[in-house]
């Protein structure tokens, strides 16, 4: 079996590193050699943090060859447009509909790009557009929206849904996990 790759794109505060985090031990516990890495330290100024979730039978290393990205999960639009030339020719790109402007663009500095959705479009990918924030606000919890972008991704996975279930079940508040889980169940029917 050859490596799958996934970037988890996002801006801090989204809750990439408990997706990550998720998303990694569900590939340990279904038997496969997992590797990630994390880049958050702009997270604390709202700025850009991914993480990348590596697994196969053996795997060698975190870090993701360019244009060798399976599936890019962007938790936010620009996110999605500033790695989607990591993407392979038939990967996937799931793009969250959430425009989280930058603080250059709050103190009005630089713009906010336009037609980001046309542009990445143009690099003739397979993208995927969703609504997390709308979808785990109707739910119950709008801090659910990243695990309903991990059901996105779920439905591409060779895992089972008790795994994916057991994993969230750790990693959630115990108050939550209701929710979480609807969320993440609403992710993979979308």
């Not at 870090?63 to 447009?81: F, N, Q, R, S, V």
């Not at 250059?104 to 397979?126: A, F, N, S």
Request: glycine share 8%; net charge negative; hydrophobic share 40%.
């Amino acid at each position: 079996m050859s490596t799958t790759n996934i970037l988890i794109s996002g801006v801090g505060g989204q809750g990439l590193i408990l997706a990550t985090s998720i998303l990694a031990e569900v590939a340990f516990k279904e038997g496969f050699d997992v590797k990630t890495s994390d880049v958050i330290g702009l997270s604390q100024r709202g700025g850009m943090v991914f993480g990348n979730v590596r697994f196969g039978e053996k795997v060698y290393s975190a870090m993701i060859p360019e244009g060798e990205t399976d599936i890019l999960l962007a938790m936010e639009e620009l996110e999605g447009l500033r790695w989607c030339h990591t993407v392979a020719p038939k990967g996937k790109v799931i793009i969250n509909n959430e425009a989280v402007f930058p603080n250059r663009v709050l103190i009005e500095k630089e713009d906010y790009p336009k037609d980001i959705k046309d542009k990445i479009e143009k690099r003739g990918l397979e993208v995927i557009y969703v609504d997390a924030k709308e979808k785990s606000k109707s739910l119950g919890n709008i801090k659910a929206s990243n695990i309903y972008l991990l059901g996105s991704i779920a439905k591409y996975l060779p895992f089972k849904d008790s795994t994916w279930e057991s994993v969230i079940e750790k990693y959630v508040p115990s108050k939550t996990l209701e929710v979480n889980l609807n969320a993440f169940n609403s992710g993979k029917m979308d």
